[in-house]
């Protein structure tokens, strides 16, 4: 069988018409008990089971899914991967994940498509650019990169956009981040996946966990569809429905969920090779390699667990694509979906052991927690195998709300989410 | 577009609407602990399914309680804080 992914391998299996390719993963048979077990097998998920097992030998590990593998938010997001954030903490935190990005590929031995077409987030007012002069600010002495443009810069990258005396959004200039782009969402889960199955990682689809095992006051497993599965830890990635699993526990987090909606045009030729977003427009977008326009915007500020999404927010954002680029008028919708995120009060992820031992927290990711993967599962990790913080995780424990030192990126980077 | 319903206004489209949070997150005593504190200001129950909550109908800025499904969206129209139940 054959398993790595090479040009030669193509070439060989080519020839021997495509027979011999390994599953990417096997569906095992769930077993009465592991080490460890992670619920939620979006991309949080796979990536704690991966590095649980490439850095800490922990291969005795099970990632339990309700659907199928991405089908949450990881496989319904925009794919737009960056670090342009405000405060250390968070530069910290996004820049270790996007350095990983950097060698994921090589890493999994799976394209995931990395793509460092950088990000332009627009300022049209004279406010909006000094906030954008103190974003790069920040940005540059956290030791990422960062560059302010002005009218120029912006006309270089962005040809198309509507620069006429009566537009509605003046481009003045903005924040660049050259290092940002986008990643292939499914390509993500699936590498993560595949290489954690290689080293002994058990991926049972098709299994909701309903309860967890309580006994003495930890967390001793989880209760699914198809039986009780014991384990030493528990790692809880369900983004969304974490609330619903706390309340499983006995506790209450600061999260509150709502829909993100996205769509996606017909596809047409090359003609945006950047991400754009405008702050203030409300919208986002970027050009797959199929060709198809896809945008995106703010929440739905309407609770939900509606995969939905409802038709305000879409005008707003759609208003706002055609207002910047007159061109994309033409354009034909093909698909409009959303996936229900977890938004936390400060807008930052939440990492940690939750008030209940033995059960360890990876949620609070919100609109942005795609660009965030490989970090998110490096540090759930290392919190599950250690017991212990990684300095970078620190910062963001639950515990931050209760001793007050958020960090509220809402407000440092006007980051929407 | 989703229609809610004011109890002073009558049924009116949703972006006229913001929401105000979970009814029944009643403020603690000022001398309550950081942790009582923490939970009345971040921590939500955010059910799925049926809801209790506090809206806002912003053009006449009252304040009113709403039955929500936040599954299917299905709101029932919208009682005046002071109402029973
Ligand atoms: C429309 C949209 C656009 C977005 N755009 C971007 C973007 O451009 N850039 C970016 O960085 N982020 C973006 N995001 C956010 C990003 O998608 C998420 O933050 C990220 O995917 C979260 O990953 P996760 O693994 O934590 O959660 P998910 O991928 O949602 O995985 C959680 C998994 O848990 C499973 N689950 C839930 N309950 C249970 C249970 N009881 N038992 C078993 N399994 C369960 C779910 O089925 C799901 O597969 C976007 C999100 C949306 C919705
Ligand atoms: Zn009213």
Known sequence: MTRHYSALSLLKEGLAGQKGWAKAWESPEPKPRYDMVIVGGGGHGLATAYYLAKQHGITDVAVVEKGWLGGGNTGRNTTVVRSNYFFPESVRLYDMALKLYEGLSRELNYNIMLSQRGMISLAHTPAEMEMAARVVNAMQINGTDAELFGPEDVKRVLPIYNFGPKARYPALGGVWQGRSGTARHDAVAWGYARAAARLGVHILQQCEVTDFLIEGGRCRGVVTASGAIRADKVGLAVAGHSSQMAAKAGFRLPVTSYALQACVSEPVKPILDTVVLSPGAGTYASQSDKGEMVVGGGLDRIPSYGQRGNLPVLETVLSGLVEMFPAFRQ?????????????????????????????????????????????????????????QHHDISRPFDLDRFTTGRLIDEAAGSGIAH | MQIFSCPFCGPRPEPEFHFGGELGNHRPAPDCSPEAWAQYLHFRTNPRGAAEEIWLHIPCGELFKMHRDTVTMTALPGRALGDQP
């Open chain 1, 331 to 387: 354009l034909n919708l093909m698909r409009q979906w959303a996936g229900i995120v977890d938004v936390v009060p400060d807008s930052s992820p939440i990492l940690g052991e939750s008030p209940l031992p033995g059960l360890f927290l990876n949620c609070g990711w919100g609109t942005g927690g795609f660009k965030s993967i490989p970090a998110g599962g490096v540090l759930l990790a290392h919190l599950m195998a250690t017991g």
